[in-house]
């Protein structure tokens, strides 16, 4: 595991969640560029006419060309209890996606034991950790994928790295040193050697030691290829510099790199500068995303649009993190009772299942952003925190040719910062099911009903099997007491939202 000391001014273009930053060091959401072009996604075939976002670099970027790839996200979604996961299942890759499974787990258990201080109850959870992750190839049979931690507790050492990488033809799953030749390892070593000296903190002895052939499958656990070809070698605080340099990164040159890869990071490479942006592995099983009709949607009627919410019982549900393998069940419930909700969709979900996002919009319900990664905004820079807002925004105005007109912050966490960076409503709840905590039906059924009256905003995940299978008895029995079901938007209206200004709740109906 490769880590990174926290607040190392290189950290804003090699560390933390690397889409997070892109923009940062790119000067911007990518539009086009080595990376080129990409497919609205889910359809499998390549198409020219959709941006990528972020740029397809060292960074890390989202693939739109996945059949069935899908986003595991957990976490919590409480400000004084902040975590989250996440990593992506690709179809065909299970030796890919068991390691990055095991490695999430493994980090999250090591995280939990180190932080004993920690405030989140029950032992589900932990204080401010953060996993996810980034694409640094999936083209043709090869698929690299970046994990990073961001431990908040753990403050000298906060930010940690791997990298994953699949070969289709063998479908093993290796880490980052089976991309060099094993009979190369000592010309590697020596022109890393070379390329390190001279920069501040490069302590010569320590880089001996952690660069001598027999070290290299731990002190080289996170590369990536640019579009050039130029192989990018992260290393963590420690490794071959003074802990105080930071992490320290080199870039062997394509030519140099070629000549110390072995076959299979040749085959990696390649992918990095021509890729395919499709995606054939030998055992495909694809769970292919559902068609972008959504199963007997009522079309958004007049009737449910003129709901005057100062007028009658209203309560807006909204579900957060998705959409997931759970979303097009929790339409159809959604359907069945006429009802609307407001979804708040994670940027990289919505990239993997656009066409999910378009049916939630076709059947009347609202999107809004949150966030392209999850990250917690008030613990970003300026910059970074409206990347992860503009990102989700490009997503989902690529699924459904809208910008969402509302925000929900991770976590709902919310300070000067965010209040004053973003340009649209920010959107809380007064209704919190702890869903995410209890992953049991009838307590979350119990949570929303015990609490809930008129105007009520509920928080639930629709990435949770169990909050899916609440949400028919909470319609019933809301629906028993008369109350309509609307979209935030809905719930206030005809009152203009303001930017920048927090809502948790709508107006209280005048009536019973
Ligand atoms: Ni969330």
Known sequence: MVSHPVGVVRRLCVGVLATVLLAACAGGVQEDGPAGTVP???????????PLIGPSSTEGFMPSWIRGLQ????????AECAWHTSYPVVPGAEALNTALRDTVDTWMSTARQGTPQAVCPGGVGIEHVEIGFDFLVASTDVVGVRLTMINGNNAGNGISTDTFWYDGRTQRQSRAVSLLDSAATTTFSSRVRALLSGREGFDAEVAAQSLDPSHLPDSVRDVAFDTEGALHVRFASGIVAAV???DVEVTVPRTEATRVLSDFGRR???????????????????TSEPATSTPSVSPPGAAADAVDCRQVKCVALTFDDGPGPYTTQLLATLARYKARATFFVVGQNVVASPAIVRAEVAAGHEVGNHSWSHRDLTRLSRKDLTNQLAWDDKA???ATGTRPALIRPPYGAINATVRSTVDRP????????LDWKSRNSADVAQAALGAVRPGSVVLMHDI??????????????LARQRYHFVTISQLRAPTALQPGHVYSSGPTARTR
Do not use: F, K, M, Y
């Open 40 to 50: 609205a996604g889910g359809t499998g075939e390549p198409s020219s006419d959709v």
């Open 426 to 433: 920010l959107i809380l709840w007064n209704v919190d099911t």
């Open 268 to 286: 990696v490479q390649e992918q990095a500068v021509h890729p395919t942006r499709r995606l054939t592995l030998p055992t495909p099983a694809p």
């Open 464 to 477: 949770h099997a169990t909050t899916v299978q609440a949400v028919p008895t909470i319609l019933d029995a």
């Open 396 to 398: 989902i105005e690529n």
């Open 71 to 78: 986003i595991v996200r957990d976490g919590s979604e409480d």
């Open 244 to 246: 105080a340099a930071g």
